[in-house]
């Protein structure tokens, strides 16, 4: 099982960017597929969820109407986008999968700063 994040950078207050996660090594269109992130010194939280069966999503409190979870079952890839863009999004983002057991990508680094 693999998990490859990428997308992330530095970004301005107020600007967007689009993660990506491209799965491998499992039936990806039957997992759940998430995005968490964590910043220095906090836990690890979830951000958004898209489901397997349906494509329903599920979002934090704190990026509702900001972010947006998608996939693309042929490409095996799971999208964040996220704009309005503020400082405390800076994290390192990790994509999330949900299938028996959870896989983990690497993680990706978004720091939003002027």
């Known amino acids: 099982v693999q998990l490859v994040e990428s997308g992330g950078g530095l970004v301005q207050p107020g600007g967007s960017l689009r993660l990506s996660c491209e799965a491998s090594?499992?039936?990806?269109?039957?997992?759940?597929m998430r995005w968490f992130r964590q910043a220095p010194g906090k836990e690890r939280e979830m951000v958004a969820a898209?489901?397997?069966?349906?494509?329903?999503?599920n979002y934090a409190d704190s990026v509702k109407g900001r972010f947006t979870i998608s996939r693309d079952n042929v490409k095996n890839t799971v999208y964040l986008q996220m704009n309005s863009l503020k400082p405390e999004d800076t994290a390192v983002y990790f994509c999330?999968?949900?299938?028996?057991?959870?896989?983990w990508g690497q993680g990706t680094q978004v720091t939003v700063s002027s």
């Open positions: 090594g499992f039936p990806f269109s039957s997992a759940v």
């Open positions: 898209i489901s397997s069966i349906n494509g329903g999503t």
């Open positions: 999330n999968a949900v299938f028996g057991r959870n896989y």
